[in-house]
């Protein structure tokens, strides 16, 4: 019966098939992809031709800068072709052959518009891809990605990607991971702030736990077991935020060092306020660094 299921998302007609089952502990990921300078290019049309993969189906249209790419039916093969207007205005879009027609301009890249879905370990939520067209010559449409902003599902920062186009090779510009937009650049501030109130409320209550339960004995004053968890947490986050992200791509890397180093910092600032033995701030800074972190993990499935 399964088999039977599979066929029939795979055979039927590409144009009634977008849905797609997302695998277990994955996420599915928001891709929009354009082209934002094809008006700078007045007697080209720039089209996407669309083809199902049993070969029966197909469809063109004409590309507009400001709305993203699609292609439908995740399998469904996408292509991105130049013609000249005036000879497009004297056929159907539909009737030209776009890989055999000597008149059409083939493109250098191969652009993927599918976002598709990642597993939950990956924190990638969304993804905007940008190009440009850099040039036309020898029946070849030049394009290159001039620009990518990530977002994350995890409380780390958006991330922009710049890109310049030179000598037939695209290299890279700039990176920097807040957005140069200034309304977003008050939503990540506003996202911040909501984390570092959250990790402080978390990690402080960890401590007031532990110190008047477990370790009550020690008879530390409530005020200095508050102070230590705000100074942790304002001494941490912003670090983990904003230092670490540019020196390490990996999410896996990231999360690791990152966290071993905010425990390691926040236990030295324990051990200070507190007085304590090394071995209880260890396991202590430990269990509450972990505790908002999977809060964290919980609040953003």
Wanted: charged share 20%.
């Amino acid at each position: 019966m399964k088999n039977i299921f599979l066929a029939y998302l795979f055979l039927v007609p590409w144009q009634h098939v977008f849905a797609d089952i997302i695998p277990e502990n994955s996420h599915s990921v928001d891709k929009c992809v354009k082209i934002i300078n094809t008006n700078d290019f007045p007697s080209i049309s720039i089209v996407a031709y669309i083809k199902h993969p049993s070969g029966n189906d197909s469809r063109a249209f004409i590309i507009d800068a400001n709305t993203c790419l699609e292609k439908g039916y995740k399998f469904n093969s996408f292509q991105i072709f130049g013609l000249a207007k005036s000879y497009l205005a004297t056929k159907s879009i539909d009737s030209i052959d776009w890989e055999k027609d000597k008149n059409v301009l083939h493109v250098n890249i191969n652009i993927e518009p599918y976002g598709g879905y990642l597993d939950n370990l990956n924190s990638v939520s969304s993804i905007e891809e940008y190009y440009q067209i850099h040039e036309i010559s020898n029946n070849i449409l030049t394009l290159y990605k001039c620009k990518e902003i990530t977002k994350f599902n995890n409380g780390r920062p958006i991330s922009i990607q710049t890109f310049g186009y030179k000598s037939g090779k695209v290299i890279k510009l700039k990176e920097y991971k807040i957005d140069d937009q200034s309304s977003k650049n008050k939503h990540s501030t506003l996202d911040f702030l909501r984390a570092l109130f959250m990790t402080i409320f978390i990690e402080t209550s960890v401590l007031l736990v532990f110190f008047k339960t477990r370790y009550k004995n020690l008879k530390i004053k409530t005020k200095l077991i508050v102070g230590s968890g705000i100074l942790a947490s304002f001494s941490t986050l912003p670090y983990l935020w904003y230092i670490l992200p540019i020196f390490f791509s990996s999410t896996w890397v990231y999360i690791s060092i990152g966290e071993i180093t905010v425990a390691l910092i926040e236990t030295l600032i324990i051990v200070s306020m507190l007085k304590i033995d090394i071995k209880k701030a260890v396991l202590v800074s430990l269990i509450a660094n972990l505790t908002s972190f999977l809060v964290g993990l919980l609040l953003n499935v």
